[in-house]
């Protein structure tokens, strides 16, 4: 009988130590900006454009800034895409810091030097 507890144990009680919610940190600047608790922040949205095909994305310019921080702003892209999904459109955003603009556009222009070479895909 002990051991039959002690076998039941062993599946139940990683069940609760693994069902706890683990605490995303934040990795981008404007993710940082934005989980700070207990201050009032102002957001600036600038659209900047939009494409559709099969879906929407909608780029806009980001400034997020905090009126107890006269100097320090945070600025960025948003870019929420919306898929068909049967009926329904989902949108998901997704925000890029300034800094990393510039090393985004090169990987874009390669995958696009790339696809050149390959037509097929």
């Given at each position: ?37 207990g201050n009032m922040t102002i957001k600036e949205y600038y ?75």
């Open positions: 009988m002990k051991k039959l507890i002690v076998v039941g144990l062993m599946f139940v009680l990683p069940c609760f130590a693994f069902g706890e919610e683990i605490e995303k940190i934040p990795t981008t600047n404007i993710e940082k900006f934005m989980s700070k608790k659209p900047i454009g939009d494409m559709s095909e099969k879906g929407n994305a909608v780029f806009e310019a980001l400034v997020l800034s905090d009126p107890s921080e006269k100097i320090a702003k945070t600025k960025g892209l948003r870019v929420e895409v919306s898929e068909e999904n049967g009926r329904f459109m989902r949108p998901n955003a997704v925000f890029i810091d300034f800094e990393e603009l510039e090393s985004l556009s090169k990987a874009v222009g390669y995958m696009a030097d790339l696809s050149s070479f390959h037509p097929e895909t």
